[in-house]
């Protein structure tokens, strides 16, 4: 329960698919941050002109609620290449090592089957939405926008995960998990 959350990704080797993956996953997240710097800055505008009196940014809230969500979901692909999704391995912390991979291969194929049509279904309402023309009440902001941009988000938190349940059924090379400084003192899993 102790154990550090894993190697850092620059200290693990990895194939060309990983470290493509890691670099989209990478530069997505980067997105993400400066969305929140943004909507941040922009709440922070917000309330010193309220009180100063200059008045509040136009449909500050709307804003916020739609950045948010999309600033959100730009992490979750990263989050889910690297295997630090929540877990609760108290059942599972005594376990041997290949029965570990094993249940932890079979929750990256249920996240990214779950994932997959969450993406799908989302793809489906922004594309209701943008038909049926619904717009923010203060902004007038197409409620489709920020729905459309959670899409790639969750697509490519999908494929992350279905390339670590690949992995951990197929390959002989350890992904990045938990006890990830674990494995890599085993030389048998480090090679």
């Given amino acids: ?11 693990r080797q990895r194939g060309a698919v990983e470290a493509a993956l890691s670099g989209i996953c990478r530069l997505l997240a ?28 136009n449909g500050d809230i709307e804003l ?14 990263y ?18 090592a290949a029965r570990k991979r094993w249940m932890d291969g079979s929750a990256d194929l249920i996240l990214a089957i779950a994932v997959a049509v969450l993406a799908w279904r989302t793809a489906l309402s922004a594309i209701s939405i ?10 007038s902001l197409p409620v ?7 899409v790639p988000s969750l ?11 690949a992995s951990a059924f197929f390959c002989r090379q350890a992904m990045p998990l938990a006890s990830g400084l674990e494995r890599a003192a085993r030389p048998e899993v480090a090679k």
């Fill in 64 to 77: 916020m609620q739609a950045g948010t969500a999309v600033a959100a979901a730009a992490f979750l692909p």
């Fill in 79 to 96: 989050c889910a290449l690297m295997g630090e999704n929540l877990k609760v391995d108290f059942f599972t912390e005594h376990l041997p």
């Fill in 144 to 150: 489709w926008i920020p729905v459309a941009a959670l």
């Fill in 30 to 57: 980067y997105a993400g941050g400066a969305l929140f710097l943004g909507l941040m800055a922009m709440s922070l505008v917000s309330i010193v002109g309220r009180k100063l009196g200059f008045g509040s940014v």
């Fill in 1 to 11: 329960m102790n154990e550090p959350m894993g190697l850092p990704p620059e200290l």
């Fill in 130 to 139: 943008h038909e049926a023309g619904e717009v923010t009440t203060l902004v």
């Fill in 155 to 165: 697509a490519l938190t999908s494929l992350c995960a279905f390339y670590r349940a």
